[in-house]
């Protein structure tokens, strides 16, 4: 389970700079290595969690929405005056605030916890929001799994809030950009299926009978960006377009 979480991160980390192509015509699409027929309201239909992992890192850029938070956690430093300041780096004289930062790393602790503790927020986050299998879904979460589930919860200022959670999930503002841009730089990679397949593909070549390309000589991820996919729904497989 560690690697899936890993890997389903691996996009919200990358840097999202190319050009929008999702209102391109085939010749802008082709000429920046989009398929002339690709749509992003397809591939985000296939592939539904691609549009939250902008949620995730939003959050994260954001400190979570709780800066002051955050910073105490890890960088409070009490002076010999008594006072506390807040520092990347200690200041001349200072020491560990471990009473402001324990309090902080509460905090943090405890608005996770009322997060995790909507069952059906958690599971919503787990299977739609980050894409796992709902099969891979059990009621005891390892750790891995709920820290991955936990990036997606926005610290309150007060007492944990999951009302207000769910509000800042359900009204947040989709880039339709950064989808496009996603199938150019990770979607290719894994090998996602971005449209559905059409009686014209031949269907004959699945996902899991391609021996994919190897990214460096220990690889953080295979390489498919090979082959183009689409996905039928009636098998629920993923085949290479000839």
């Known amino acids: 389970m560690h690697k899936n979480v890993v890997k389903a991160f691996i996009a919200s980390s990358l840097l999202l700079g190319l050009t929008a192509c999702s209102d391109m015509a085939v010749d802008e699409n082709e000429a920046i290595g989009m398929p ?22 939003d959050l994260m850029d954001n400190f979570f929405y709780n800066k002051a938070r955050q910073d105490s956690s890890k960088s409070a430093w009490l002076l010999e005056d008594g006072s506390v300041v807040i520092s990347e780096t200690m200041p001349a004289g200072g020491s560990f605030a471990n009473d402001v930062r324990k309090a902080a ?15 059906a927020l958690a599971h919503e986050v787990f299977s739609k929001y980050i894409g796992f299998d709902d099969s891979l879904w059990v009621e005891e979460l390892d750790p891995d799994v709920k820290t991955a589930i936990c990036e997606f919860n926005k ?31 990770l ?21 899991a009978e391609v021996v994919p390309d190897t990214l460096g000589s220990a ?22 377009i000839q």
């Open 219 to 240: 690889p953080f991820m295979l390489d498919y960006s090979a082959n183009r996919f689409c996905y039928d729904s009636t098998s629920a497989q993923k085949y290479i």
């Open 155 to 185: 610290q309150q200022t007060g007492a944990p809030d999951v009302k207000e959670d769910k509000a800042f999930l359900k009204n947040f503002s989709f880039n339709e950009d950064l989808m496009a841009n996603h199938y150019l730089m």
């Open 36 to 57: 002339s027929d690709f749509s992003v309201s397809e591939y985000v239909k296939i592939n539904p969690d691609v549009k939250y992992q902008q949620i995730r890192k």
């Open 187 to 207: 979607g290719t990679l894994e090998g996602r299926a971005y449209r559905y397949c059409t009686k014209s593909d031949k269907m004959s070549t699945t996902f």
């Open 105 to 119: 790393k509460d905090a943090i602790e405890a608005d996770n916890e009322a997060f995790l503790a909507d069952t």
